[in-house]
C-alpha cells in the first residue's frame, strides 16, 4: 500500500510540474538569472506550438521557408509538400527573371529590354538606370553568403558588380569581384546587374539592421524604387556585442537590444510585405566551440524565439527550412573537418558560417519561393 501510495505522489508531482512549466513558458518566465530551463522543459511548450502547423499548410510563398515541408536526408532537404521544387541552374534563374519581368511590368509602356540582339554593346551606367527586376539582400554574413552563392551562380561576362568604395559609374567583371572577396566583405552595399537580362541584385552590409527602417519608410512612402524582393537576417553581431552583458546579467537581458530592434522593424516589415515579398531569415546554428561560447545553439534558439515572436505578422515569412541543415553541417564538420578555401563547400575552420554545401540548397528554397507559383 505504501509503495502504490509512493508512486501516485510521485506521478501527481511529474503531473504538477509539466503544468508549472506550461504556465511558465507563456508567462514569459522561464528565464532565471538569464537562464533558460532544462532543454527537457523548454522543448514542451515548442512541440505543444507545432501542433497547429500540422493542420494549417503555410501560405504558398511561405512554404518554402517551413522545415514541415521537407524531409532532410543525410546532407539533402527534399520537398516533400505540395508544389513544384527545382535546382534552379543559371538557364532557370534568367528563364524565371523574363518571366517576373513579364508579368510585373507596364505592357503599355515601351520595354527597354526588348532588343536583347543589341545588349552585346551597352554599357553597365546604360542599363543600371533602366527598371528591372531587384533582389535585396539586407544583414549581416549570414545572408551576404545567400547573395554570393546567387552571383556566383549566375556568373557571366554579361554580369558587371560594384561596391560602395568605387565611383559611381565604376563597374567590374563579376569574376574580377568575385576575386577580390576578401577585400570587398564588409562595404556598405554590393550592386550587380546583368547587361542582357532585366536583373539586379544588391546585398547592403547593415550587421544591426539599424538603417532598415528609414529604407522602408522610403519604398513605402514611393520615396525611393522598392526592390521586388527583400531577403533580410541578422542576430550574430547582436551577440557579439553584449557579450558581457550575457556574462553578467544572462541570455534574456543581453538579448534586450535585439528585441528592441526588431520591435521597430515589425511593423514596417508587415506593412512593406502587403506588397513586396519579404523573408526574414533566422539564424543558422553554428558550430560548438569554445571560441562560440556566447553564441551558443541555445543563445540562438533563444534570439530566433524573439524573432518568430516579434516579426510573426500576416505577410512577411520566417525563414526556418535552413536550420535542420545547419545542424547536419555542424555534426559533419566534427566527424570530418573539411576547410576547402577555393570553393567554399566546407569551411570548418570557420566556427560561425555554414559552408556553401548548405548555402547552395539555401538559395534553391529562396529561388523556389521567388520563382514558383503554387497551385491553391
Request: with cysteine.
Amino acid at each position: 500500500m505504501a509503495t502504490s501510495w509512493y508512486r501516485r505522489c510521485a506521478l501527481l508531482s511529474i503531473i504538477v510540474c509539466v503544468n508549472l512549466t506550461l504556465i511558465a513558458y507563456y508567462t514569459n518566465s522561464l528565464f532565471f538569472n538569464g537562464t533558460r530551463m532544462p532543454l527537457l522543459f523548454q522543448n514542451i511548450p515548442n512541440k505543444i506550438k507545432e501542433i497547429p502547423r500540422l493542420f494549417k499548410r503555410p501560405p504558398h510563398f511561405s512554404r518554402y521557408f517551413d522545415r514541415n515541408c521537407y524531409h532532410y536526408d543525410g546532407l539533402e532537404a527534399r520537398f516533400i509538400c505540395d508544389g513544384p521544387y527545382f535546382h534552379f541552374t543559371k538557364e532557370r534563374i534568367l528563364d524565371c527573371v523574363w518571366k517576373l519581368w513579364n508579368t510585373t511590368r507596364d505592357p503599355k509602356e515601351i520595354d527597354p529590354w526588348q532588343n536583347q540582339a543589341a545588349h552585346a554593346n551597352v554599357s553597365a551606367s546604360d542599363v543600371v538606370t533602366r527598371p528591372a527586376i531587384h533582389i535585396m539582400f539586407f544583414g549581416d554574413s549570414h545572408t551576404r553568403y545567400i547573395f554570393e552563392v546567387l552571383v556566383k551562380r549566375i556568373a557571366s561576362p554579361d554580369i558587371k558588380y560594384r561596391v560602395a568604395s568605387f565611383k559611381r559609374d565604376q563597374w567590374e567583371d563579376v569574376y574580377v569581384m568575385m576575386a577580390k572577396r576578401r577585400q570587398i566583405t564588409h562595404e556598405d552595399y554590393h550592386k550587380v546587374i546583368h547587361l542582357g537580362v532585366p536583373l539586379k541584385i544588391t546585398y547592403r552590409w547593415n550587421a544591426f539592421l539599424e538603417e532598415l527602417p528609414s529604407s522602408l519608410e522610403s519604398w513605402i512612402a514611393g520615396k525611393e524604387p522598392r526592390p521586388n524582393f527583400l531577403l533580410y537576417g541578422t542576430a550574430l553581431h547582436f551577440m557579439k556585442a553584449t557579450r558581457k552583458v550575457y556574462r553578467k546579467f544572462g541570455a534574456k537581458t543581453a538579448s534586450e537590444k535585439y528585441a528592441n530592434q526588431l520591435k521597430v522593424l515589425a511593423p514596417l516589415v508587415d506593412e512593406f510585405a502587403k506588397t513586396t515579398p519579404t523573408v526574414f531569415k533566422l539564424l543558422d546554428h553554428i558550430q560548438d566551440h569554445p571560441q562560440n561560447s556566447v553564441e551558443n545553439k541555445d543563445h540562438i534558439d533563444l534570439y530566433n524565439d524573439i524573432a518568430r515572436e516579434t516579426l510573426a505578422g500576416d505577410h512577411a515569412a520566417l525563414w526556418d527550412s535552413a536550420l535542420p541543415l545547419s545542424d547536419i553541417y555542424n555534426a559533419e564538420c566534427k566527424k570530418h573537418f573539411r576547410h576547402s578555401q577555393k570553393t567554399r563547400l566546407w569551411i570548418c575552420r570557420d566556427r560561425r558560417h555554414i559552408g556553401f554545401v548548405m548555402i547552395e540548397q539555401y538559395l534553391d528554397m529562396y529561388l523556389n519561393a521567388i520563382c514558383n507559383k503554387v497551385p491553391k
